[in-house]
């Protein structure tokens, strides 16, 4: 059974994460309704359980994790060092997916009469992109946990060379809330430069994240 530090940042911080915004979405749009009725469509909440259901996949990745690490932690008792790539690894992922669930979320409430209003598809192209910080976490974590329990042929200064380049991952996806707050002082997406010009912001966010993640792969090659 992984550590509880593991369970927290990979299942009970993305779950909670995750009930919380659904339950505020539900909230707006009650809110909503009861202002002004004729703003809310019947299917006002079947787009808006649409628009969550990325944000599911969140913790479901974190569960893949999990699995790793308790299927690692089984094999046997590990090092310092293995340890501690474990540790960064559930940081890395629990950090990268709450961050994406709390910007989906931003996003949604920010932009609600147009998510279930004539533009829901348009709100729906600008939240997509966040996700790809979470698969990148996940491809990250199950790169770093391949390869344990590490070799004793393994520098310390490789190993602070990955560390460093996890935490660089982490530092990485504060970006993303950057251009979360520029693109949302953007109320008009019908416009197509500014369809356009959003949809360029929210893949901003996800560039600075890759390249930390092509750099963290070129340290586990190294190992």
């Known amino acids: 059974m992984p550590a509880l530090e593991s369970t927290l940042l990979l299942l009970i911080t993305p779950f909670g994460a995750l009930a919380l915004s659904g339950l505020d979405a539900f909230r ?17 909440r079947g787009r808006v359980a649409v628009y969550l259901v990325p944000s599911v996949t969140i913790p479901v990745f974190g569960l893949v994790v999990w ?6 932690e089984g094999r046997g008792v590990l090092s310092a060092r293995d340890l501690s790539l474990v540790s960064w690894t559930t940081v890395v992922y629990g950090w990268a997916g709450t ?6 979320a931003w996003i949604l409430s920010s932009r609600l009469p147009q998510l279930i209003g004539a533009t829901f598809s348009r709100v729906n192209s ?6 790809a910080l979470a698969i990148f976490a996940l491809v990250a974590d199950l790169l770093v946990l391949g390869r344990l329990p590490l070799a004793t042929t393994v520098s310390e200064s490789q190993v602070a060379s990955l560390v460093t380049a996890l935490a660089v991952y982490v530092l990485c996806t504060l970006v993303l809330p950057v ?5 949302n002082r953007i109320e008009d997406i019908v416009t197509p430069r500014n369809f356009l010009l959003l949809l360029g912001l929210s893949n901003v966010g996800t560039y600075p994240v890759l390249a930390a993640l092509l750099w963290e792969w070129l340290q586990i090659s190294a190992l």
């Open 126 to 131: 600008l939240a997509t992109a966040p996700v």
């Open 67 to 72: 699995f790793q690490v308790a299927s690692l």
């Open 28 to 44: 707006r749009l009650s809110d909503l309704k009861s202002r002004d009725p004729q703003l809310v469509p019947s299917s006002a």
């Open 179 to 183: 251009t979360t707050a520029i693109a």
């Open 99 to 104: 961050v994406v669930i709390v910007v989906r």
